[in-house]
């Protein structure tokens, strides 16, 4: 029987070539176990083998990140692994971001798990916790055993698909995703006995810390909106009828950018709204109440704003994770900042 | 304030000449109800159906799921100022037909109805996979304006479930439970060394299909007061709102309130439990300004040592939690949340649409974005044509066999942010 086949990727250090004056080595890739892979393969155990170890210097793959990350890939691909392994980085700054970063490539790419670790302060745990698996190691590789050993026993469960236990009990960082399980206490009983904790002074655990937000700060002010190309753009779901693209009711996972270049106004028998967060009943009635192109053509006409855009883009809000919402922005800004559009009318609801 | 709850355990449910309760079964007549339902002419079409735990049944759209209950001794009627005569309710005997439950479905309202498998993998999500539930199904005048139909769903399954609960009124209990609740500085005289706790109870109140009602006043137009939690037994909040399905407190959880069991469970051991001060949710920034700030004034008024918070919905809601969290703490009361999560469906998002230093306290009623498989079922009560236009469906949701893919949301009650399931999320 064929073995699952592994590609590990290691720095310079690891690979032997030399410290800090060979960090400029350009990526490369042999074929078998090279130095901390020995310890990769034995965790691992009979069924699997590394078939190829990816090499690139520190400072070479910082300092070229993207082409680096081409070539690299390049190489992987073409032995068709199973399980990508990328370090384990240990206290490494430069070689964590590389790790984080090719391990992210690899899953987004090849679609296979993908697994690393590294120290708690290497700065590459804040920037990719949250897209890969981390398996939290000692600051130096004299923990590479123990490390080596966890890293193989995650990645065969992810091989295998077997369920991936808590960041506590497999010693992976946390990863920011909220997964659900019932608890053998109810909600309302674990509250009351937080509350008394909390007025005991005792020590009691919340269990959603509250997260951040990336906050945008407002523009400055238009001076001269008469020579502004203005867009209407909204999360309250107005659509034309029949819902072309079928935005959902909640949770969006995609927007719409729907013309209205010949319309004075939104005619009820061409718009709906498919938001299911509010009342639909006035809407319905009257579309303009959402997407106000009735009043913009006004203030074009009457020359408050230069022009209004040919089309309005429209999604809905309720539901919609910070994630989806985010995506859509970045998206369609591009298209907008293209048709030299100056200002967007926001309007949710 | 004093109130004994007779529970009466119903283990099953059947159709029957008379309606009654007999050795644990619940007999309902369907001729009177469909008739009772039918006296309201904006409703052309009524039906009843039984489900019971463990059958092959799907329930949709869902609007209100409703405990039956009746007063067996004290002061006015169950639901107080909406199809009785307005009266304080919450002292003397009430018996409860538990294990039962009137279930309102039929043609949607609007897109917030949910739905209740009986048996299957997505029947652990609600509480009401596991009760003999009457379902009257109803059917509006085509004609009927949206907020009238609701209001004519919302009066029927109230008035279904009075009726039923007047079959319990000369039954034995099998077990009596007893709250009591006394005027305010007997109550902090009576556990004098003990912490005082209060529950703020925010109703949804963000109009337009969002109401709750208390004694009949909209929550909307109310400004936050001070209620004894025995109020809520006897049917003094009552639900008209359709909410996402996921998150909807049903009459039947306002009659069963989590937090006021449980802080009454610990009520003059570890605690004393003071009372609940009740507000609302409304979607003006002034509203939710003087709210909070009244909540906040009521907390201190009561010399309150900690409070618990729950909310009904998510988004918009959640600025009113964390307003009414940040001002409560600021006077020096600890607090603790309930609350569900949205983080999007591969949960990597900020999982509340608000945060403030002090919800440093916070449990989880789980992440209602998660995506479910609900395999077909033998019987449809109501109908599925709306799956994919519910809160919780998208295109593609319903499948020809009649399965469903979607996400929990769909489910009524199933991340209730007051504490009801034990449904909760962690990160990973």
């Known amino acids: 029987m064929s073995k699952i086949k592994v590609v590990h990727y290691i720095n310079n250090f690891f690979a032997n070539i030399g410290g800090e004056e060979k960090a400029d080595v350009p990526p490369e890739i042999r074929e078998g176990k090279i130095g901390p892979g020995l310890a990769l393969e034995s965790s691992l155990g009979e069924e699997y083998e590394i078939v190829a170890t990816a090499i690139c210097g520190d400072s070479y793959f910082g300092e070229n990140i993207e082409e680096a990350k081409e ?196 005619k009820k028998d061409d718009f709906m709204t498919i938001h299911g967060g509010y009342d639909r009943a006035f809407v319905t009635e009257n579309p303009n109440l959402v997407v106000p192109l009735d009043v913009m053509r006004e203030y074009e006409e009457e020359g408050v704003i230069g022009e209004l855009a040919d089309y309005f883009v429209t999604t809905t809000g309720t539901g919609t994770s910070v994630g989806n919402a985010k995506g859509f922005g970045e998206e369609f800004s591009k298209k907008l900042v293209e048709d030299g559009v100056g200002a967007v009318l926001l309007t949710s609801t | 304030m004093k109130l004994e709850l007779g529970k009466i355990m119903i283990k099953d449910v059947q159709f029957g000449e008379e309606t009654k309760v007999e050795k644990g079964t619940l007999y309902v007549n369907k001729e009177k109800i469909k008739e009772m339902v039918l006296e309201d002419k904006r409703l052309i079409k009524a039906d009843v159906e039984l489900a019971r735990p463990g059958e092959s049944v799907r ?186 399905p996921c998150d909807k407190v049903t009459t039947f959880h306002h009659f069963n309130n989590p937090v006021i069991e449980d802080l009454y469970e610990r009520h003059g051991k570890d605690i004393n439990f003071i009372g609940v001060v009740l507000t609302n949710e409304n979607v003006w920034l002034m509203d939710k300004e003087r709210s909070s700030d009244m909540t906040a004034k009521l907390c201190r008024h009561l010399g309150l040592d900690g409070v618990i918070i729950t909310e009904e919905g998510y988004g918009n809601p959640d600025t009113d939690l964390m307003m009414n969290c940040q001002k409560v703490a600021q006077e020096d009361i600890d607090v603790v949340l309930i609350t569900d999560e949205f983080p999007g469906r591969d949960g990597k998002s900020q999982s509340v649409a608000d945060t403030v230093p002090e919800a440093d306290a916070l449990v989880s009623c789980g992440n209602g974005n998660v995506i479910e498989y609900f395999p077909p079922m033998d019987k449809v009560i109501g109908t599925l044509d709306y799956i994919e236009t519910m809160i919780g469906g998208y295109e593609g949701s319903l499948k020809e066999d009649g399965s469903i893919e979607a996400e929990i949301q769909i489910i009524i009650a199933s991340t209730i942010a007051n504490g009801y399931n034990t449904l909760a999320a962690k990160g990973y």
């Open chain 1, 71 to 266: 070539t690299l890939m390049g190489m992987i691909e073409k032995y068709d692994p199973d399980l990508f392994v990328a370090g384990p980085a240990f206290n490494a700054g430069r070689y964590g971001t590389a790790c984080g970063t090719m391990a992210k490539e690899v899953e987004e790419k090849l679609n296979i798990p993908v697994i690393t670790g590294m120290y708690s302060e290497n700065p590459g745990v804040d920037l990719f916790k949250q897209d890969i698996h981390i398996i939290e190691t000692s600051i130096s590789a004299a923990g590479m055993r123990k490390a080596m050993k966890k890293i193989a026993d995650l990645g065969d469960k992810m091989v295998k698909e077997e369920e991936i236990l808590s960041p506590q009990e497999e010693g992976y960082f946390e990863r920011g995703i909220r997964v659900n399980y019932f608890n053998d206490v109810r909600g309302s009983k674990r509250a009351v006995d937080m509350l008394i904790k909390k007025m005991k002074k005792e020590e009691y655990n919340t269990e959603y810390p509250m997260p951040v937000f990336d906050r945008v700060d407002p523009m400055p002010a238009i001076k001269d909106l008469s020579k502004i190309k203005v867009a209407l753009v909204t999360s309250g779901g107005v659509v034309p009828q029949g819902n072309p693209d079928k935005i959902e009711s909640s949770s969006a996972t995609k927007y719409g950018i729907y013309d209205i270049s010949n319309l004075e106004s939104m």
């Open chain 2, 59 to 244: 329930i949709a759209p869902v609007k209100d799921v409703i405990e039956p209950r009746v007063k067996v001794e004290g002061n006015g009627q169950v639901f107080p100022g909406i199809i009785n005569k307005v009266k304080t309710v919450g002292e003397g005997r009430t018996h409860a037909l538990v294990g039962s439950n009137v279930v309102t479905c039929g043609k949607i309202v609007g897109f917030q109805e949910g739905l209740i498998d009986m048996s299957g993998p997505t029947a652990k999500y609600t509480p009401f996979s596991k009760t003999n539930n009457v379902c009257v199904v109803i059917e509006g005048r085509e004609d009927l304006e949206t907020h009238e139909y609701e209001e004519a769903g919302r009066l029927a399954g109230l008035k279904v479930a009075a009726y039923i609960g007047e079959a319990g009124k000369k039954v034995e209990p099998d077990e009596i439970v007893t709250y009591e609740t006394k005027p305010l500085l007997e109550q902090v005289a009576e556990y004098p060394d003990l912490p005082k706790v209060g529950y703020v109870h925010m109703l949804q109140s963000q109009g337009l299909l969002h109401d709750t009602y208390y004694y009949g006043v909209d929550a909307k137009v109310m400004v936050p007061t001070f209620m004894y939690p025995t109020e809520m037994m006897d049917g003094a909040i009552v639900s008209g709102n359709c909410v996402a």
